[in-house]
């Protein structure tokens, strides 16, 4: 199967390069009869839209969502959804210069050779624009859960920026919180210290990188599979497949490697509590591969953003030296976590979505068809 | 697509519960005319098995494969490779005590949860004992790719066991270094350290965790795709579906996070290197999904083994709180690292090998069908 | 994985009702460098496209292609393509009438138990205006497998309608000679009484059905998978999922299951001659599932439109009797067969493509990566 | 995906060859908690065996099943079953003589082409051997079903051998019928002319061909896709998938080419009969892909077996010419078509077993999960 579909169930295609005529998303496996709010998915797209401040790129687009099928009066047909936003921004001589030049840390080299043909300017589909196709599939899947699984929630952040780490409680952390800050992190305090290292490393024509926390709350027991595809592999997998990912967590993450068995252990308990069926929570709500009932606790690392103002060496395709003149810094974010919390929460709605259908495959005993 | 399959291309199917009749896998998609030596497949179980030195598990099987289709005069059919092991070690009493209980941090709650059922001694599908299907395949594929791809080879180690830390370096160590310690890890040093640690575990009745670090050398350029199916994203699934895993990295991980871009950023340069294309290699070798010639350096966290000596406890699956008297420390490992290096350096061949046929399909200009 | 898509190495995807925003397709797999001419896409619209004569549907929409994604100055970037055609000419008033109504060997009973739910107008994705996005795929691979493979070519023809039978040599006919005549028989003579039989057909408001030959020459030896995925057996599904069909046959067909072994043997020869390695070709072009270098050679069998003019009983959704009065014949075809010859075409171009693909994947001799 | 699974939610891989060490079948994706009995499976091998009689091949085999995997007490655990029956009656110097011989109309011809290799005796993977997987994944999925369907049956049976055609009502016939004759036609008198042209081909040395029918009776409503995956597409392609099939027909098939639509269509009614919710049963249980409840009709065409006592010219594989000396008329049957029964129903119930739990999937409103 070629690589730009996500999940079996709930099958989500991406289309359209960064700088092309659209981009966007064929979903297949939508339930039918389903209340779909297509300003919802403009909510969703507004959110991870570049421009919102000055924390993030310039690059202004209206990133209007159309809907070519699938939907009827806001119900859906049962039909495969097409969601379309047209690029309205394309700036091909920004990239003219670069069209013979590898990037350091971008994905000029490989694809270029893997494909022998690369998109003209921008990231073609490296780029974070091609991420707007699985943010719209979230905005309707999680539409649909929310509604057949009520209190389900799905909340990201931004827990570290550069040296800067906020302590979050995945328990008790919200949407809103989280919505306040401009860098997208719930503790004032140190998202202002966030603010100001992203600020220090835009003045520097630099960039920083950090960690965005997320956690998974009221999700039905019985999520996942035990053997390949467990909740954590496929979780790992569709975060890791964003742009810039270096690393993931869940649970207790490299630090439960640090611990014994004893402490690391989470005990059963008669009544569920915050923790869900056991006392602790270091499995981060899933166990042999399968959701337990608590929350599901992850981490993903994202690098610094590839693209900085200062100088760089690198070499073109035929080889050559060549110094990047940085001078200047083009239309990038210094950081680009803030953007990737909806990207972050859109991919975990995508897996959840999906494990929730395959699920709900195996269940014979409900009556009937 | 249910959950026991693994990759597209060269498709991994295991099977077998870890006390039932055996254990397996079928593998399809291997390209015919392939030599495969099944005593190459032996070691590779013979690596994976407990039983093995003071520091794993005491269960003793002998776990002789056995070919029942695929192969003929040692040379592939272009058929499906069935490979099977008997199960012969089997004690189902010594796990019927436990029948009904939610072991700490096993999986029984969830499959409970999730199936209503589960078998009735031993781990069923979420024992380690599942993994010999995915090692045989592995030991096919590393066969097979090594055939192809001259010099390729992936070779991972013991980095940290609890608290004890190992610096190796990704460049130079060696499958043979590896082997020497009964430990796996290839500083010797190092090793003794980290021995002493799970002596002192075991003698507490307790265990440890670890992290394994993996390096593939010698790849081809251009495997892995740029969106969903990126060659980290593939890696971080596979390794994620290892029992008792808790986080993955790619290249520089979580500790790029913490990096500038200017840092971070790997400069191209007009003579490949130690490091392929590139100076230095945060970028852990895949750049945009691709592989780019470097090396491919990944982390993996494993948690500490969940069953323990220590009194615990749990409840039953009629909620009655039941304190686990772990008196007899049974035939668990106090440290899964050691075993897992092979498990370990087995998703990551599957991955390879998968991404590599999937490469070669969209090869058009090789010349005649 | 839900039924929108088809194919697993050139993956189709199509979206969209007869009478929403817009029908299209995404291909994914679509190998990079490759040169494709949209008008030629376009081309093939047309040949699909009502309205094109008197024997055919009156419904008039331009059917303008548009490329979204995946191609940069006429050459295939690797990305996937999105081809969209505007709904222009939709008229919801025709339907509304038909709301309720569960129309005679239509899909509207069998959408409304399945989903709860169907298209208010047209028949959503039920109707012959979903094989748009079928027919702009195969245009697309086509341009591909004959760069790829000379010699190629895939030819339909109509070889009956009603009681009218055109006996069709497949070694010989060609594309052009279909292409003469209104009905696409190429027997001049034929094709006039087939024109008769339609013509007193929809004098009397009534449809009529029939059979497409069609025959794939030039196809490589060794496409096709033994067991599951035999090449007939996946043209077999490709044919059956157009609308109105109810038959397939490859090679001799139901005919050759009257013979005997000694006359339906194709005997192997010393040189390939016009029937490729076997003197004759009662196999029809595949033997164990794989091509052997003969013409491919199946036939189609398409029931008659099931929207006649003639006046019908039958039920509403709550179960009231109603007769359809047809004295408005609307829009339809009274056959279907004539603009069924690209579409039939089109699904074997999709399946050829796939195993194309498919095939590459195995082939691990062709040098390096 | 490599060609030897079936299915995407029940998913059944074949593997081994006829005549290596075992065949057999591993089944992801079936229901936990659902009761099997292997005695049903072994039923269902016996059905499909050769040797039961004078018109079958003389090969003995016992072919006793055995379960590696899945059950426990009989009991499904929601794990891969993984079914096996040993090879005990391998002969390979039966066929050392055609080891390098394109036997005509056999796979030996494109499995060399393709593969470059092929078991050295009997069929390898094309060999009817191939099916005992088939066979015992229907076994189960017949067993599950029926439990979770009550009323559902599948009935297949042998409608024409060479050129003697019976009429056999799909409503009424039952298994028992077919089982009474040896010929598997529930006609006793046409059943006797069929064995007398059977036994008039093996006494020429020759074989025959003919056509099987089969019915689904008391399928839910609602079962397939609109699009690709059409519950007849499926099913063509499951039954083309069998070795020595040639064609396929549902419904009315190709005689419903030859109607008009007023003829053809079937009205609904307002109280369900015989033929469910339609007066009349042309679309033979099925419209817009999708079933109605009316029973599914199929109609099957086999050629007569390749391999035939007869002397036949034909080339090896250095392309000399060979006279095939079929005086000895091997262990193969003059008829496969009895033998063929199970075959057709075994493919039936997987494309059922497989649209029935995708079906489930998407059912979200049945309560919690």
Redesign the interface.
């Known amino acids: 199967?070629?690589?730009?579909?996500?999940g079996?169930?709930f099958?989500t295609?991406?289309?359209?390069?960064s700088h092309?005529?659209?981009?966007?998303v064929?979903i297949?496996?939508v339930?039918?009869?389903?209340t779909i709010d297509l300003s919802v998915v403009q909510d969703w797209l507004n959110r991870r839209r570049p421009g919102q401040g000055s924390l993030v790129s310039q690059r202004q687009e209206t990133d209007r969502i159309?809907?070519?099928?699938?939907l009827?009066d806001g119900?859906?047909?049962?039909?495969?959804?097409?969601l379309?936003v047209r690029n309205q921004d394309a700036r091909p001589d920004d990239y003219a210069a670069l069209r013979d030049v590898?990037r350091?840390?971008?994905?000029d080299?490989?694809?270029e050779?893997?494909?022998?043909?690369?998109?003209?300017s921008g990231?073609?589909?490296?780029s974070a624009r091609?991420t707007i196709g699985r943010v719209a599939a979230a905005a309707v899947a999680s539409q649909?859960l929310k509604a057949?699984?009520p209190g389900i929630e799905v909340v990201a952040w931004v827990e570290?920026v550069?040296?800067i780490d906020a302590a979050i409680d995945p328990l008790t952390v919200t949407l809103e919180q989280v919505a306040q800050s401009e860098v997208r992190c719930p503790l004032p305090a140190i998202a202002k210290a966030m603010i100001q290292a992203i600020e220090l490393?835009r003045a520097?024509g630099?960039?920083?990188?950090?960690?965005i926390g997320c956690v998974v709350r009221g999700l039905?027991?019985?999520?996942?599979?035990?053997?390949?595809?467990?909740l954590?592999?496929?979780?790992?997998?569709?975060?890791?497949?964003l742009?810039a990912?270096?690393?993931?967590?869940?649970?207790?993450?490299?630090a439960?490697?640090?611990?014994?068995?004893?402490?690391?252990?989470?005990?059963?308990?008669?009544l569920p509590g915050r923790n869900g069926?056991?006392l602790t929570n270091?499995?981060?709500g899933?166990?042999?591969?399968?959701?337990?009932?608590a929350p599901v606790t992850m981490?993903v690392?994202?690098?610094?953003?590839?693209?900085?103002a200062?100088p760089?060496?690198?070499?073109t395709k035929d080889?050559?030296?060549v110094t990047l003149d940085g001078g200047v810094p083009g239309r990038h974010d210094p950081c680009v976590l803030p953007r990737a919390v909806p990207m972050v929460e859109a991919m975990v709605w995508l897996v959840i979505m999906d494990h929730?259908?395959?699920?709900?495959?195996?269940?014979?005993?409900?009556?009937?068809?």
């Open positions: 199967m070629p690589g730009n579909s996500f079996q169930f099958r295609t991406t289309f359209g390069e092309g005529g659209a981009v966007g064929v297949d496996g339930p039918p009869r389903q159309e809907c070519l099928s699938g009827q119900m859906t047909l049962g039909t495969p959804l097409c379309m590898f350091p840390s971008h994905a080299f490989t694809t050779a893997k494909y022998g043909i690369r998109a003209a990231g073609g589909r490296a091609e649909i057949v699984v570290s550069h040296q490393a520097d630099d960039s920083v990188g950090g960690v039905p027991v019985g999520l996942g599979d035990p053997v390949f595809d467990k954590e592999a496929d979780l790992a997998k569709a975060l890791l497949s742009p990912t270096k690393g993931f967590e869940i649970g207790s993450g490299f439960g490697a640090r611990m014994r068995g004893s402490e690391h252990n989470d005990s059963f308990v008669e069926p056991t270091r499995s981060g899933i166990q042999g591969g399968i959701g337990n009932g981490r690392a994202f690098k610094p953003v590839a693209s900085i200062k760089q060496h690198t070499i080889k050559k030296k929730f259908l395959r699920n709900n495959a195996l269940q014979l005993n409900f009556g009937k068809v």
